[in-house]
């Protein structure tokens, strides 16, 4: 497991993303970084349909894409809709927990399976207005997926997913909104775990406050999630990594 340090430097290099095939290689490195074969960031459409601006980076097998695109699985995929019903990332082992699987279900993880693609870990990308979308690592199949890495990939894969949507999504977001000095702290506790009980606590404020605080903070991002919060004020700086660590 990379150090905090290590880590910390890692994350931060991310927000200085800004092509495309930048991006692409961010997404091998951190691939790399968390001992996995495959990547996917991608939006949850057809993509034998999808306009050429839909978002898909990915370096699963092509037999595998082929089988994925001419069953146009982007839509009903059932990672992808576990996606959709989560703001944090999962386990593809636990997704029967998160979502009813039927039989056509079993049959396309099975497929994928037989493809060589093993446990993956897949963090939604869940934009209001926008289409929905995530970004994944898994491991070949047969092998384990590291559980003292997902940590690192949650983070990662927030921060690669808003890299993707801000570059290829047409909907840029405006300047970085003036955030009050209470809700920047509010958000720093989020980012360290915290539950808006403990932030009241901490902060010697009540609990109405501190949901009024991040609730004020959202509308400003446009930001759907506490998670997705965090990553969108780590991007403008309004809080920076060592923030985040306790």
Not at 3 to 30: I, K
Not at 114 to 133: K, R, S, Y
Not at 197 to 221: C, K, M, P
Request: charged fraction near 25%; glycine fraction near 8%; aromatic fraction near 8%.
């Amino acid at each position: 497991m990379p150090s905090l340090a290590a880590a910390q430097e890692y994350l931060t290099s991310l927000q200085s993303v800004s092509t495309l095939d930048g991006l692409r290689e961010a997404l091998e490195e951190t691939r790399d970084r968390l001992a996995c074969r495959y990547f996917a960031l991608s939006q949850h459409v057809d993509f034998l349909r999808a306009p050429d601006s839909a978002l898909r980076l990915h370096n699963y097998p092509e037999s595998w894409e082929e089988w994925f695109d001419s069953r146009g699985l982007g839509v009903s995929d059932p990672i992808h809709r576990a996606s959709h019903v989560t703001a944090f990332g999962f386990r593809w082992a636990a997704v029967s927990g998160l979502i009813n699987l039927s039989k056509t279900d079993q049959v396309v993880l099975s497929e994928a399976y037989a493809h060589g693609i093993g446990d993956g870990f897949t963090v939604p990308g869940n934009v209001p207005g926008e289409t929905l979308g995530s970004c994944s690592f898994a491991v070949r199949a047969g092998d384990e997926l590291r559980e003292e890495l997902i940590p690192f990939a949650q983070l990662a894969g927030q921060l690669l997913f808003e890299t993707g949507r801000r570059l290829a999504i047409k909907r840029p977001m405006p300047d970085a909104p003036a955030l009050t000095d209470r809700q920047v702290e509010c958000i720093m506790w989020v980012g360290r775990g915290k539950t808006d009980w403990e932030i009241a606590q901490i902060l010697g404020v009540s609990h109405t406050t501190v949901i009024e605080h991040l609730r004020n903070a959202r509308e400003r991002y446009d930001a759907p999630t506490r998670s997705m919060l965090t990553v969108r004020a780590l991007y403008d700086g309004a809080v920076c990594f060592s923030d985040l660590i306790a």
